[in-house]
């Protein structure tokens, strides 16, 4: 949903760090760890190429099912155990 981007365009947290929202699926998510704690995502996304970002916050609005060998729930463990907080409002 294209919306949920335009809510957060140009906004910022505590007057200094500006949001940057990025919506993707499941399916178009890998995770890499460092053993020196860092942890970032590759989007590989048909509409928008390939992305490497370090999340600080992950909204879910997919129910994570599916996927080839459980994919998506251990994604979002990856996420847990590498400290990014969520949240899911389904």
Not at 11 to 21: F, I, N, Y
């Amino acid at each position: 949903d294209p919306y949920r981007v335009k809510v957060f365009k140009g906004k910022s947290v505590h007057g200094d760090v500006e949001l940057r929202v990025e919506q993707a699926q499941f399916s178009e998510l890998s995770l890499a760890a460092s053993t020196h704690g860092t942890l970032s995502v590759t989007i590989d996304s048909p509409r928008g190429g390939i992305r490497r970002v370090r999340p600080d916050f992950v909204l879910v609005r997919e129910p994570p099912e599916g996927g080839a060998g459980d994919a998506p729930r251990r994604l979002l463990v990856g996420l847990h155990l590498g400290g990014v907080p969520s949240t899911d409002p389904l």
